[in-house]
């Protein structure tokens, strides 16, 4: 077991996980204390590169290139001042404040890329995320897509297109589960997949599938156990995304338990079989497995971190959860904050000053949760939220291109964290050129 090299001179900050949290802080963290020689900043991940997960459902619908908004962790640890390591944490030591991580295999050759490693920390910085939770239905991981990484959003993209192609090229009738999609949880994940997904499909076969007519042959199942869709969020938001993707004929359906899939569509409780070629499974959130073994730290029935105010974990003061794989108080209120971009955003800005605090012997001060509403995008059509907070003098509701520019605002205010305003202002006008000599949605 390989232990990697450290200055054991310099307070030694791990992270483990790049998503929102973890890439914002370890970058800010890296530009306060690793460039001035204060701290040694780590972060471990074991993806190459980072996209910001909300925008993942544009991936699958082919309306944004994955390679035109990845950050690679190599160069933004060199730009940044901090050091990444590639690997997968398996396992902690607490008593000798170690992390364990995994060998790496390239997915693609089979090799090994790093052998299992151990890395020392004095404070530890947990924010591996969140996955889809399946809870145990037969079917889901042979037979549906998860939009968690944007591998599989590529992977579903990929299928997309084939099914398009194969249809089109095929001389016998098409059958009762071709080119139907069927799209399982309506969280925002699954409500704004289901309208990108109406746009990019006619935008597809506009480019010579002319045997596809859009408006007979593709349909869209949004399929939701609870009672309305968007359920986390308020109840207006819910009514107008409903009525929207209901003009757009996508076919909403509430209170419908999904069984089993199969590789010809998706069984409900009801006894009914819906044909699809396409399942997504866009329901129920849960942390990684791993986090509910870890040397005595509590988690809860989803194996998220239980943290106090200070975002310390409740039997160890020397290790934090951020984001969705930390049940964080919801201070003011019952319950914990919800799994959201901005919660992990607020968490990474807080722990910047706290762990610059800890190191210098003050005590790390209570954080509170800021909600400043939510947005739902329902792709070209509309954009449907709630502003919340002084800002606005309360709650106000916001649709339409308003709306639209907000919700872009929040990835550009990942980018600012990131990049810094000269760059996000550079990426973004080079994206927006590139755009007008590329095809409206990706072909392949």
Known sequence: MGKDKDCSS????????????????????????????LAQVTLIEKARTHFWKPHLHEIAAGTVDLHTHAVDYLAQSHWHCFRYRMGEMTGLDRERREVHVAPFIDPDEGEEVTGQRVFA???????????????????????????ETPAQAERFHRRL??????AHAQSAPLRPEQL??????????????AAELHHTTRTLVSYGLDRID??????????????????????RMSASARALLEKLNVSVRTHAKVTAVTATGVQLASG???????????AGVKAPEFLATLDGLEANRINQLVVGPTLQTTRDENVFAIGDCAAAPWLGREGTVPPRAQVAHQQASHLVKQIRRRMNG????????????????????????????????????????????????????????????????????????ARRTAPRVKLH
């Open 161 to 166: 297109v084939n099914a398009c192609v194969r």
């Open 272 to 282: 009914e079989t819906i044909p699809a070629e396409l399942v997504v499974w866009a």
């Open 180 to 193: 139907q999609v069927a799209i399982i949880g309506a969280g925002a994940t699954g409500v704004e997949l």
């Open 121 to 147: 920390y004095d404070t530890l910085v947990i924010a591996v995320g969140s996955l889809n939770n399946d809870f145990g239905t037969p079917g889901v991981q042979e037979h549906a897509i998860l939009l």
């Open 214 to 235: 859009p408006e007979r042959d593709i349909r869209i199942e949004l399929i939701e156990a609870g009672p309305r869709i968007l359920g986390a969020l308020p109840e």
């Open 362 to 433: 003050q005590p790390t001060q209570p954080w509170r949760y800021r909600d400043f509403g939510s947005l739902v995008s329902l792709g070209k059509y509309s954009t449907v939220g709630n502003l919340m907070g002084s800002l606005v003098g309360g709650n106000m509701w916001i649709e339409g291109l308003f709306a639209r520019w907000m919700y872009q605002s929040l990835y550009k205010l990942h980018e600012l964290a990131l990049h810094g305003a000269w760059k996000t202002t550079l990426g973004t006008a080079a994206r927006f050129i």
């Open 10 to 37: 310099l307070h030694r900050i791990v992270i483990v996980g790049g998503g929102a949290g973890g890439l914002e802080l370890a970058t800010r963290l890296g530009d306060t204390l690793g460039r001035r020689g």
